[in-house]
């Protein structure tokens, strides 16, 4: 079965737009992907199969201008029963008075003939008269056999750029659209420049080579339609990344959902757009704090919401987490009498989603959430839309509430600029006075008002299905403490356990840890034991006057103050951390790290060359004194007044051995070489004489035996009677 297609069809299916480029002699499609390289083979019962299941679609390509040869100069006679519409009609009654006394096409003339011209009094309350550019194309294109019917005055469709330009231009302007999608950084001003340089360059060519090219570059705004209309899910996704594709042309998916109260519970943190100070006397701005906020699923009701200076970290995370288990209602009530509406959301969740930040990740909040039995999942990564109703009720908080607080700041720096608007110099709201005012807004007013996302009252719904399921809770509550904090690897000796340069030891406390772990303590391939034993420990960061240490034995945590209560005592590890800090800047003021470095490596080369420097010392001393030196001893008797009488010492000079001669010392440099020089020399002439001269046993004759051996009789040591 062969279907009726032609090269040139557009099939458009769920992959992409796909061209035919060729059709086989069985009938099969050569299919190339539109603005793009992709090629595709398909039969063409494959083609029905999805042509049948709605998955294609086919478009036939249109001969334009065949279209315009046969419809040129051809006009559709009006339904006489259809208004032409009041622009019809007084175009039509111009272009007849024009006929009867025509005037200048100048655009001075033509206005004052469209201005003094009278209509009837219907169409000139339309105020539909054109303008003298208009008037002067109808009076040339308007006229069909000398008359001017009413059937020719309506609008015209306007004719498609592409049927007035050359094919090559088409093409051109097809591959400027697919340069324009190619790199993100591209603009459509470049892409038209592009265009319009190409098109010059084949014109000059053409020329050069004594032809009539005639290419005419399509205009800007030609170009920017044209990009804008080629636009498809593959091009946006190659210029903009795969993300933003996705969110332009695929429908939203559906967010996480929850039956009961307290089954999935959200968790997230935010900069607020306000700026808060210490107090109102000094009105030290510290900035904009972060909000900490849990919201459950299931009823949209708030949790817990914590603020802070810190920056998004375990211990802001921690804190949110202890406020949605404890229940609230009489702390808030004390703290902030003024506040009328309770706080009656709290619970154990059994699940908890967080995004993928480092305090969120981390082996110590996974070791927190573990502790309280609680079910913890990551939301993909740069994708808020996962986290859709912690994020909506940020910005509800926003619009809201915080952009209308003094300091607040409601729009884009470059707004704020603009408006001439400073949050700094407007803050005066203190972060407790902040803490308030937030939880007014999410007790009094986001709990009791409509939500369209369940479609009721928070608040309402919240109490009807805990009345129907329960709340859960945690049996022990002191549990929150031991649970919640950084947690470490340690090792436990009989002087405690020391942590970010702090000691934490208590006699008894140490002892029964000690008692309880150091039989269980590995040893490794040490065969004798120790007394220092790994523990896990957990750090409160808002509070560094105590650790709790894991006793495995007891299967519980163990409380160990710090040493330094007096310091330690409400500091949090943030501000430890910054003492410490500047106590290092204090002493790098004083003394510069470079410079004790310094000081450092002068002091371990000392160290290495003092015992060479010894060496050297000592055998230029030796060298001074071998054989030449003497030492006399003598005694005298002593005196009344204590003191020995003056020895008489006789200075050495006389006896030394040397003969007075100079030591040859340690020669350097030029006179060391020359010295090592002339060893070399005698040592090469010395071997090459022993080389060169041979001497047989036979060749040994002397001149004098008789002589010789009187000579030996009579020498030392050759006497026969010695």
Known sequence: MFLRLDVGDIVLAVEGDYEIKNIMLDGSLVLQKQFGQDSLFMSQSELLKRYADRRLRIVKREDRRRTRVETFGKTTARDPNIDPGPQARIRQLLLVAYDKSPVALSDKSLKAFIRNFDLPKDLNEANCRPSAGT????????????????????????????????EDVVTLLLKSVYWFYEKRERTVAEAYDRLKSVVDILNLRARRYGRYSGLKCPSHETVRHWIRRCENYDLHKKKYGDKAARRRYQGSSGAREAKRPLDVVMIDATTLDAFTIVDNDRRNVLGRPTLVAAIDVCTRMILAIFITFEPPSIYAVMNCIKDAL??????????????????VAFGCMRCVILDNALENVSSSTQDNLRDFGIDVEWAPVKTPEFKVYIERFFGTLNTGLLHKLPGGVPAPPKELREQDIDPRKQACMTINHLEELVLQFVLEVYQYRHHRGIDDIPIKRWERLTKEHGIDVLDDLTRIDDACGYVRNANLTRDGVKVEGLRFHDRNTVTELLADLLPSAPRGKRRKSSNSVPVKIKLD??????????????????????????????????????????????????????DRVKARVRLTRSVENAGATDKLRRARFMTQIESSSSLEVQHAPPRHDGNAPVVSITPGMENRADGGESPAGFLRGRAARKVNANKRQKSAASRSKKQSTTVSETGLRLKDPSSFMAHIGTAEGWDERD
């Open 135 to 166: 008037l002067r194309r109808d009076i040339r294109n308007r006229i069909e056999n000398g008359h001017r019917p009413i059937s020719i005055m309506g609008y015209k469709s306007s004719r498609s750029a592409s049927l007035r330009m050359a």
């Open 326 to 343: 404890t229940p609230k209602q009489d702390i808030i009530a004390r703290e902030f009498p003024d506040i009328r509406k309770p706080f």
């Open 541 to 594: 960061p808002a509070d560094i006057s105590s650790i709790r240490v894991w006793n495995s034995h007891t299967r519980s945590y163990q409380e160990l103050p710090n040493v330094q209560q007096h310091y330690s005592k409400g500091v949090s590890l943030w501000f430890h951390r910054f003492l410490k800090k500047r106590a290092r800047q204090e002493e790098e003021e004083f003394v510069s790290e470079s």
